[in-house]
């Protein structure tokens, strides 16, 4: 069992920027696949970004690619999303996940979540 610690959700201006950080909350044993999925109010849960376990390959999806980046930290298993350029429709609880290498929302471990508004 992983449990998952998201922090850095708040308030930002359009155009303005807010850096994500998803971290275990015991040490983990082995490295998982990482990834960052966000649910806006009355839509399902949507995947946002993902890199895996190797570090060796990230992805996006098309509507942040160019806008948001996805990275490891020094300890295991700690990714952050750096979000630039926000725009109103980035407004939503953002789900770290890990333990999902397809990410395909339906498997490995979740956080609570933390809210994003992004205001025009």
């Known amino acids: 069992q992983v449990q998952l610690v998201e922090s850095g959700g708040g308030l930002a201006q359009s155009g303005g920027s807010l850096r994500l950080s998803c971290a275990p909350s015991?040490?983990?044993?082995?490295?998982?696949?990482m990834g960052w999925f966000r649910q806006a109010p009355g839509m399902e849960r949507e995947f946002v970004a993902g890199?895996?376990?190797?570090?060796?390959?990230?992805v996006y999806a098309d509507s942040v690619k160019g806008r948001f980046t996805l990275s490891r930290g020094n300890v295991q298993n700690t990714v952050y999303l750096q979000m630039n350029s926000l725009k109103p429709e980035d407004t939503a609880v953002y789900f770290c996940?890990?333990?999902?290498?397809?990410?395909?929302?339906?498997?490995?471990?979740w956080g609570q979540g933390t809210q994003v508004t992004v205001s025009s």
């Open positions: 015991a040490r983990t044993s082995i490295p998982y696949s």
């Open positions: 890199i895996l376990w190797n570090g060796r390959n990230t």
């Open positions: 996940n890990a333990g999902d290498s397809t990410w395909s929302g339906k498997a490995g471990y």
